[in-house]
Nanobody
Framework: QVQLVESGGGLVQPGESLRLSCTAAGNVFSPYIMGWYRQAPGNQRELVARISKNDLTWYSDSVKDRFTISRDNAKNTVYLQMDSLKPEDTAVYFC????????WGQGTRVTVSS
């Protein structure tokens, strides 16, 4: 059983930064395209960044040039560096395999207050 665990969220001011981490017990990330998703109350869950096993990356227009996804296979961890945070980035952030997702974890909450 894969157990996804996200961490690193918190309350920050606009313009500040956070670094999110995602790890798992039960399986390894290395063969898969991994993604970061976010969901705000009343909103759809949206994919904001993804990274392939060969470190090819993609970002949604809303976070491009501000967020950076990376992975460390030795640590079985995927990261999301979030810079220049905006109030509209406020959401619960989740990680998961992009193709054929595992059960969702609890996510980590990011609140950007002005």
């Amino acid at each position: 059983q894969v157990q996804l665990v996200e961490s690193g969220g918190g309350l920050v001011q606009p313009g500040e930064s956070l670094r999110l981490s995602c790890t798992a017990a039960g399986n390894v990330f290395s063969p898969y395209i991994m993604g970061w998703y976010r969901q705000a109350p009343g909103n759809q869950r949206e994919l904001v960044a993804r990274i392939s096993k060969n470190d090819l990356t993609w970002y949604s227009d809303s976070v491009k040039d501000r967020f950076t996804i990376s992975r460390d296979n030795a640590k079985n961890t995927v990261y999301l560096q979030m810079d220049s945070l905006k109030p509209e980035d406020t959401a619960v952030y989740f990680c998961n395999k992009v193709i054929l997702s595992w059960p969702w974890g609890q996510g980590t909450r990011v609140t950007v207050s002005s």
